[in-house]
Each structure stands twice: as C-alpha cells, then as structure tokens.
C-alpha cells in the first residue's frame, strides 16, 4: 500500500458547474481504481479559473459587495470540494466500495515578506482579448498580463506555501482510512501574526501546495496531473523531445535554461523537484488525465527521481 498525493488541474474542471459535474465523473473513475487496490489518496485540485469567475461575479454584481480573494478560494474550495468527493463517492458506491470521503477548507500558511508578493504571477480566471483586458485594468486596478498566447488573464500574488495549519487533521481522516480532498485552489493564503492567523489577497500555486502536502503526510508518490502527457524540453520546436524518467541535475539545467513557461508548466517541474529532493527514494509524476491509471503505476508520463 502506498500513499498517494493527486493534483487536478483547475483549467480541467469547466467552465461552469454543469461542465464540471460531468468532467468529474471521468476524473473519478482513475482514483477509484486507485482505493480500490487499498492506496491511500489526498486530492489537491486547483482554482484558477473558479476563483477568477467568484471574484469578477462579486465585483461586478450592483447589490453584493467586492469579495476578498480569500474568501473567494474557500468558495471555491467548497464547491469544487462537493462535486469532486459526490462524483469519488457515487464511483465507490459503484465498485461496493464503502469509504467516505472529506473535503477539508484547508488554510496554508505563506511567509509576509515573500518577496512573490511584489511580482503577481499567478493568473486567475477567464482569458480576455487586450481590449477587455485594459478595461479591466481601468475598472478594477488590477494586472493582467498575457498567459501563454491564449489571451490575457489577471494575475495575483503567488506566495511559496510554509505550512499546513490542518496538517493534524488530514493525518487523522487518512489514519481512519478516508480519502481527503485538501488545499484546493493551494489553499486559503494566511500568514501568521501574534499567535493569529489573517488571510491575504494571493492565490497559491496548488502545485506547490501539493508538494508541501506530500511532504508533511509523508507520501510516496506525487502525482500532477495535467493536459499534456509528458513534460517536453524545446516545446513546439522542430528538435522537441519529450521526458520519462529524469533526475533531479538533468531537471535543474532544463530549468536554468528557461525550458518551461513560467506560471504553466515550471512550477510542475519545481514542485516534483521539491518532493523528490526532500524525500530520497521517493517518486514524483507528470503526466494527463487521459493517462491517470498509467501515471499512478508509474507505467507514464514523466517520473522524477532523487
């Protein structure tokens, strides 16, 4: 039996509720499969989309008042929560399965004086034409930026995640073999004043949310899943190649020479790193949805090895 850590990408769940109830169903079906041979399973899945749309529908409503993003995560941390532990639910009722799962609003902890919070990078919400994106910026004093030739898109603070304030609690349902859902979105951002904790306008990488969960439940394998099934060097060039089992050197020069976008595939790449660095003989993936099953076999994808 091995503990698994699994990130869903945000941008894989819809565009809308309906969209995502559905996309779900076949997102399940891979996890279930997973419980199924007696794993242990902690889901961390994104929001960048969600918390975009929470936090523009509030800004722009005439009779409800501007939402913080902090609060615009725990929205979406519960509402992506719900659908995601209804469709594992409903999957291991299917297979006789009877194990609950927990959704758990999950505040992580981010040092104040990152120096991330003067540089915002994280992009959240809907993708917008340059116009729409300067009228945005008039309007709300935002940045917005361009995203991977898809358009523009706001972006927010990206604080590194320190801690896990509820780490004890996801022990503690994973003790009592209960699948976890956690740190969604990355968690709601909080730092750490006077024995207090106050939550701060950011948005967390999830990717290096997961990797901080796998290491403080001490998992085996981290798992990312996204839309692409392995992680390329010289993307969409004419010499590119895709990567399967690399080690920790060969990743660290990839990155020094500026292989994978930022805010799209290198904070992938930098939180299998983590992981695997910080925990010897231990394992982390890339690989798509499409190729979950394999991926948790380690049978695809890219695999990250100390």
Same mark, same amino acid.
């Given at each position: ?57 509030? #800004? ?134 006077a024995g207090h904790l106050r939550g701060v306008a950011a948005v967390i ?18 798992v990312i899943l996204t839309a692409v099934n392995h992680v390329y060097v ?39 790193? #983590? ?12 690989? #798509? ?16 090895? #100390?």
């Amino acid at each position: 039996m091995s503990r698994y850590v699994i990130s869903l990408g945000g941008n894989a769940l819809g565009n809308n509720p309906e969209e995502q109830k559905q996309l779900l169903v076949s997102v399940a079906a891979p996890i279930v499969s997973l419980i199924k041979q007696g794993h242990e399973v902690v889901i961390v899945h994104g929001n960048g989309p969600q918390v975009g749309m929470i936090n523009l529908a509030f #800004s722009e409503s005439t009779s409800a008042p501007d939402m913080p993003l902090p609060e615009c995560g725990a929205m979406s941390q519960g509402y992506i929560g719900f659908h995601l532990q209804n469709a594992i639910h409903n999957a291991l009722s299917e297979q006789g399965l009877e194990k609950q799962v927990a959704t758990l609003v999950t505040q992580v902890v981010v040092d104040e004086h990152d120096p991330r919070f003067q540089n915002p990078t994280k992009p959240v919400g809907s993708f917008y034409s340059k116009e729409q994106s300067e009228q945005i910026v008039a309007k709300e004093h935002c940045v917005m930026k361009e995203d991977s030739g898809r358009g523009y898109r706001r972006v927010v603070a990206s604080p590194l995640p320190v801690d896990v304030v509820e780490k004890s609690m996801i022990l503690s349902l994973l003790k009592n073999h209960h699948v976890v859902i956690c740190a969604g979105g990355g968690g709601i951002p909080v730092i750490r004043e006077a024995g207090h904790l106050r939550g701060v306008a950011a948005v967390i990488d999830k990717d290096f949310a997961s990797a901080k969960v796998a290491e403080l439940v001490n998992a085996d394998i981290l798992v990312i899943l996204t839309a692409v099934n392995h992680v390329y060097v010289n993307f969409n060039k004419p010499n590119q190649k895709k990567l399967e089992m690399v080690g920790i050197e060969e990743m660290e020069g990839y990155i020094a020479e500026d292989q994978f976008a930022k805010g799209s595939m290198l904070p992938k790449v930098q939180a299998c790193l #983590s992981f695997v660095k910080s925990h010897p003989h231990k394992t982390a993936v890339i690989s #798509s949805l499409e190729k979950a099953v394999e991926a948790f076999e380690k049978k695809t994808g890219t695999i990250f090895v #100390s």
